[in-house]
């Protein structure tokens, strides 16, 4: 198996991706009149406007888009789509906010309240620990716990596992931590990667617009906030992801404005690894005015910030949130990342999901060869990667089909 490793940054980009792109896009002639210019800019590395995305997004072929979404995809990263075995362990389900969306969060005094202190943290992650070397912790905002309680939680967790990055805290978990310890945005972080903080998930950015925010997330960070936490991180050499929930109440406008913001963001700060673009899923949670995301309105996002979002690697398929299938689908619109093996979510499958939450090495890694890529298994931030080919069913060999 080859093993090779990169920077934070870079994250396992092509440093000449752009390069590669006319090669890749081919004769513009050979693409729909409509969308020519378009695809010249891409080809030519010229960055898409707001006006360009929403082209994209009235544009009726939609294999058209995720044929040229792949084109960037793999002049970044060839056929390699990437895999890490994770686990989520979400500390708490209290929360003082009440998010409109949100599924999970419960009062203090809710039946099925619960809030993991350090030890119970320590005994759920054990179970996992000799298969994974991430987990991914997000929670409520706990009234009572400030930076000495995460301290005490990353230390230990680090003392007793080592080997297993820490991935933790949104933003809105980042100000509600600050706020109560009466410290800085910047002092928190620091003092929590002190600690063992290795990233930050960038789960919460919802749409950034404070009108739309007012609605549906009412007390959660600004636009701004979210912002000024993750180039705080950025600064501190803390890598972070970005997401976005897309399928509430937002205009297509407010999406691409979304991710303009972010790219902006990052052409600063070079700190965001990863977007995570997530449809809203309605079962069991709370705003009925939602309009809801169709699967190829799905597929159609996931290739749109692909193409708006070239000062950021990756692209993800939450398969914790769009499912196996449409996932497997993503990889050839644009994403080339899909969340890892995970063992044990709660967020997403309170909200709805049905996704499998067992998934090994191997049934991840054959999702990936199924969509035509080539499976790599990376560490959290990006920096160290190995190709991972499993071994594959027999009867696959007999069916004589085409595949990418
Ligand atoms: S989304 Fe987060 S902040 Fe909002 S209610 Fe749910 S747990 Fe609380």
């Known amino acids: 198996m080859s093993a090779w490793k990169s920077s934070i940054h870079e994250a396992g980009s092509s440093a000449n991706w752009r390069e590669k792109l006319p090669d890749l896009i081919g004769e513009i002639s050979t693409w729909n009149k409509e969308i020519q210019p378009l695809v010249r800019k891409v080809s030519q590395g010229i960055r898409l406007s707001l006006q360009d995305g929403m082209l994209l997004y009235s544009y009726p072929n939609l294999s058209e888009i ?119 945005f910047q002092e928190t972080l620091s003092r929590l990667k002190d600690a063992g903080l290795a990233s930050l998930p960038g789960g919460g950015a919802e749409i950034l617009n404070d009108e739309l925010r007012a609605i549906i997330c009412n007390g959660k960070e600004s636009s701004l906030e979210y912002l000024q936490i993750h180039r705080c991180a950025h600064d501190l050499g803390i890598p972070t992801n970005c997401t976005m929930l897309f399928g509430t109440i937002e ?88 969340d890892g093996t995970v063992q044990k979510e709660s967020i997403m499958h309170l909200a709805g999901s049905t996704t499998p939450l067992d998934h090994d090495r191997v049934r991840l890694a054959r999702l990936i060869t199924d969509s035509g890529c080539i499976p790599v298994q990376r560490n959290t931030t990006y920096e160290r990667f190995e190709i991972y080919i499993p071994p594959m069913p027999k009867r696959r060999q007999k069916l004589k089909m085409a595949y990418m």
Request: proline share 3%; hydrophobic share 40%.
């Open 66 to 184: 995720g044929r040229l979404a792949n084109c960037v995809r793999t002049a970044r990263f060839g056929k390699y789509a990437f895999f890490n075995s994770n686990v989520h362990v979400n500390q708490t389900n209290i929360c003082v906010l009440s998010c409109k969306f949100c599924a999970f969060r419960r009062s203090k005094r809710a039946d099925d309240a619960y809030a993991l202190g350090v030890q119970s943290y320590l005994d759920d992650l054990a179970q996992y620990a000799d298969y994974v070397d991430e987990v991914h912790t997000v929670g409520g905002l706990h009234p009572d716990w400030d930076v000495e309680h995460y301290e005490t939680l990353f230390k230990a967790s680090k003392k007793q596992f080592p080997h297993i990055s820490i991935k933790a805290l949104t933003a809105v978990e980042i100000k509600h931590i600050s706020n109560l310890s009466q410290i800085s």
């Open 251 to 338: 205009t297509l406008e407010q999406r691409l404005e979304h991710m303009i913001q972010l790219r902006e963001l990052n052409d600063q700060t070079n700190g965001f690894q990863c977007f995570v673009p997530y449809p809203f899923l309605p079962d069991d949670s709370r705003l009925p005015e939602a309009q809801l995301a169709t699967g190829s309105e799905i597929l159609r996002t996931i290739a749109i910030s692909r193409l708006m979002l070239d000062s950021i690697p990756h692209i993800k398929a939450y398969r914790m949130n769009i499912g196996d299938e449409l996932s497997e689908i993503a990889l050839q619109f644009g994403a080339d990342d899909i």
